[in-house]
């Protein structure tokens, strides 16, 4: 930064929830009316903050999980039984509730179709929530199938269970409506009667069998829990894809960055 030159200050505002959807029995998405919102990219996040009566205050990072198309910003978020914010968010707040938030953050772990493909999405649980602002905002940019060409994608996504795959009947249409989009999903517990596809942890091997070859150079965003996030990144790189194509974002108990749910919670 330049001597003499104030630092960007990005503001406080107050949110109305809109709606509440449910994606999971755990998880739910708040549509939320941001006035004065400055706009995002797909993969950025955003500090809540929530102040109790008496006064005390809590703050989580929460992904944006709607495309910057979209007037409207959209949280999804996985309740923690433990969780200091997250219960509030998933079994309380309702629509004409309001809410502090700040953003957008973050400039690292993002992607808009200017970038280009192919493009590698790896996710975990709730990681899925980043990546699927970045599913949104390619199908509302990409209009024609002329241009879908260009910018093919490939989901991998993780799941302990059916019930817990994060917009299941979303990411399907998706897929069905578009031959240039794949989705393959694996389940690590329950897969669900008669499954045929992944049944596993995310590994070498299926990251070979999904990903394009490394001379293609994808762009690659993976979120998730920070054993799958490391393992993933580090199977793709021994694969041969170019390390500076790879972009993490994950969540932990040691964790600095926000991927769908705060790392303090995770």
């Known amino acids: 930064m330049q001597a003499g030159r104030p630092a960007h200050v990005i503001a406080w505002r107050l ?18 009316d941001v006035p004065g919102w400055p ?9 809540v903050r929530l102040t109790a009566k008496d006064g005390y205050q809590a703050q989580r990072s929460y992904s944006i999980a709607s495309a910057p ?3 409207r910003v959209a949280l999804t978020v996985d309740r923690l039984d433990d969780g200091e914010v997250s219960p509030y968010l998933t079994d309380v707040l309702s629509a004409g509730d309001r809410l502090e938030l700040r953003g957008p953050i973050g400039g690292h772990f ?10 590698l999405l790896v996710a975990g ?40 795959v994060i917009y299941r009947a979303e990411l399907a249409g998706l897929a069905r409506d578009d031959a240039t989009l794949k989705v393959a999903l694996t389940f690590t517990r329950e897969p669900p009667p008669e499954w045929a596809g992944f049944r596993r942890r995310i ?26 996030v490391e393992a993933a990144a580090a199977a793709l790189v021994e694969l041969g894809h170019d390390p500076t194509l790879v972009k993490t974002e994950r ?16």
């Open 203 to 228: 590994d070498r091997l299926m990251l070979a069998e999904i990903a394009w070859p490394p001379g293609e150079r994808p762009h690659v965003f993976i979120c998730g829990p920070s054993p799958l």
């Open 251 to 266: 969540f932990g108990p040691t964790s600095g960055s926000a991927c769908a749910t705060s790392p303090s919670e995770r």
């Open 15 to 32: 949110a109305t929830v809109v709606n509440v959807l449910t994606e999971t029995p755990r998880t739910r998405t708040l549509v939320l």
């Open 110 to 119: 993002v992607w808009d179709v200017t970038l280009g493909g192919p493009l």
């Open 69 to 71: 198309q979209d007037a």
């Open 125 to 164: 649980g709730s990681g899925i929530v980043p990546l699927m602002a970045m599913l949104r905002h390619r199908a509302a940019a990409l209009e024609t199938a002329e241009v879908r060409r260009d910018v093919p994608a490939r989901l991998l996504y993780s799941s302990r269970r059916w019930d817990a």
């Open 39 to 47: 706009g995002h990219r797909a993969g950025q996040h955003v500090d």
